[in-house]
């Protein structure tokens, strides 16, 4: 990704993330949008993204999208490692796997700790 794609990129994301706290329209992008919170394996960063998610009680599916154009949910493959995520308003804590199926797709999934 280029330096002009990754600028339009994070700005699209921090308009969402901004959305997420209008009184009416926040409360429906909520319902299936959360940001995720991760540190970077290599760089050992801490980075934040805005990502569709579908929950069934504890586990989180988050289907990326485009997956070979981003990089993030590689931070989960093999063992996976802790992720954070926003949840009806509140900050929740997980383990999270990125697997690809065998048509290329790529999930993650999230076992959230208890509450």
């Known amino acids: 990704m280029g330096p002009r794609t990754r600028r339009v990129?994070?700005?699209?994301?921090?308009?969402?993330?901004?959305?997420r706290s209008a009184p009416l329209l926040g409360r429906l992008l909520s319902r299936g949008l959360t940001v995720v919170t991760y540190t970077g394996r290599r760089s050992?960063?801490?980075f934040s993204t805005p990502v569709g998610?579908?929950?069934?009680?504890?586990?989180?599916?988050?289907?990326?999208?485009?997956a070979d154009s981003k990089n993030w949910w590689r931070n989960f493959l093999?063992?996976?490692?802790?992720?954070?995520?926003?949840?009806?308003?509140v900050n929740r804590t997980g383990h999270a796997v990125a697997?690809?199926?065998g048509q290329g797709r790529v999930s993650v999934t999230?076992?959230?700790h208890q509450a």
């Open 9 to 19: 990129v994070d700005r699209v994301n921090s308009a969402v993330v901004a959305l």
């Open 78 to 89: 093999g063992d996976g490692a802790p992720i954070a995520l926003q949840l009806d308003g």
């Open 99 to 101: 697997r690809r199926d």
């Open 53 to 66: 998610y579908r929950r069934t009680g504890e586990t989180i599916t988050i289907k990326v999208m485009m």
């Open 110 to 112: 999230v076992q959230l």
């Open 44 to 46: 050992g960063r801490t």
